[in-house]
């Protein structure tokens, strides 16, 4: 069974943004804990719950392995300023987040994404560039919120990259309406997986998705074997 840790990232260590993997110190409880594993995006600053286990690497040592994590804002103004400080959202620096803490807060992060035009209030701070900052914030906790569904729904990263990449936004909508698709483009996985997430989402074993993805599953298996055809009493059963 999985553990749960809870803190707050103090270092980026490694991350690798295209297979939603990283490297991270995060202060636990006072103790710097080292993590590994999905950690798609995380900054510095940022609160996290991580699920996963300890482990202990042959090269790296101790360690807790990622296998899912879960955002929480910051909400004290000292974790804010480290959150904005070290680049989290472009065209802030550790000057421009000082400002901007100074005078919203812990109010802040609320202001950015609901009231960015409070932001020109704050020197250096256009009308153009305060709705900059509010939309990639927003994006940026959009993107992250779909990652939490699938994750939810037992998707690891990297499916949940590759899937994210082709529908954007309505990933989770549309693996709800029809979580055989799976078996297809741009993730293949094995028609057991999709029955897991199926069982998972309660869907019906009779529903038409289901027979159409199994069908297309057994020809593509076949066709990866080197056949250029099966006949249909072979499909059917």
Known sequence: MDSKISGTVENI????????????DMDVNGELVTV???????SVGEELNVYGEFVNHPT????????????????????IY????NGAISGIGPSLARRIVDAFSEKTLDVIAKRPEQLTNIKGISKEKAKKISEEFRKIYGVREVFAELSSVGLDMTDSLALYRVY????P??????PYMICGYPVYKDFS???VLADKLGYDRGDANRLRAG?????RHNLNNGHTCIASETLID
């Open 13 to 24: 260590v490694y991350k690798n943004e295209e297979r939603g993997f990283g490297v991270i």
């Open 168 to 171: 954007g936004d309505a990933t």
């Open 193 to 195: 997986e999709a029955e």
């Open 36 to 42: 590994a594993g999905s950690l798609f995006g995380v």
């Open 82 to 85: 480290k959150y904005l400080s």
């Open 60 to 79: 790296f040592g101790p360690q807790f392995k990622a296998g899912a994590c879960e955002r929480i804002l910051p909400s004290s103004a000292t974790a």
């Open 173 to 178: 909508e549309l693996i709800k309406g029809n």
């Open 215 to 219: 069908l297309i599953y057994i020809l």
